[in-house]
């Protein structure tokens, strides 16, 4: 299965400011997703990260607040733009080789902190 | 929307007990999947069901895919401290994969 390489694995920010995350696979896969898990609870879709056009969001996420770029088959990232305390959360990458059929392997999480 | 209900949501049980997770929806999934999570960890997949009355076993682990494909099970069979953690179902309705809440599992030693 592939390994996901995710940085940073935690940041506290300051209010106003924006994140960037990075994903990085050690192989090429097909899909990269972005997720958030607030502490303790399961996980969220953000957006399907598509190579070469824009990522599709899920209800609820917008490409103003969370921009995503896939410039290639390995690569990932995620801005958490103009963060408030309710932005604070984890956030998982995470890719799939066949399809989602055969499951996700993921990253292993930024713990972002905004105060 | 199709959703994942997983029951129950908190277990704390004692080492060497046998338990019992259960995940059902109200519509067909064409595979089931159950991750477990550490903290500070990603999931991590254990097992894929894609056959209806399906039953895979993985060591003390043993998963179980409804004959319908709504809802599937995982039992665990004489509890390690080990196997604390938070287990999820997820279902692919499409390319993209649905998690339930969330059981988290606390086994006392």
């Known amino acids: 299965s592939a390994v996901i390489s995710q940085k940073p694995s935690r940041d506290i920010c300051q209010r106003g400011t924006s994140l960037t995350i990075q994903c990085q696979v050690d192989s090429q896969v097909t899909m990269m997703f972005w997720y958030r898990q607030q502490p303790g609870q399961s996980l969220t879709l953000i957006a399907t990260a598509n190579q070469g056009s824009e990522a599709t969001y899920e209800s609820g996420f917008v490409i103003d607040k969370f921009p995503i770029s896939r410039p290639n088959l390995t690569f990932s990232t995620l801005t958490v733009s103009n963060m408030s305390p309710e932005d604070s959360s984890i956030y998982l990458c995470?890719?799939?080789?066949?399809?989602?059929?055969?499951?996700?392997?993921f990253g292993s999480g930024t713990r972002l902190t905004v105060v | 929307t199709q959703l994942l209900e997983q029951s129950p949501q908190f277990l704390s049980i004692q080492e060497g007990e046998n338990l019992t997770v259960y995940c059902n929806s109200s519509s067909v999934f064409s595979s089931l999947q159950w991750y477990r999570q550490e903290p500070g960890e990603g999931p991590v997949l254990l097992v894929t069901?894609?056959?209806?009355?399906e039953v895979k076993k993985l060591k003390r682990l043993t998963f179980q895919f409804g004959d319908a494909r709504k809802d599937s099970s995982l039992h665990i069979t004489a509890a390690q401290p080990g196997d604390t953690g938070l287990y999820l179902c997820a279902g692919a309705p499409y390319d993209k994969i649905i998690f339930g809440k969330g059981t988290r599992l606390h086994i006392l030693p």
């Open positions: 995470s890719a799939s080789l066949g399809g989602a059929y055969y499951g996700y392997t």
């Open positions: 069901v894609v056959t209806g009355g």
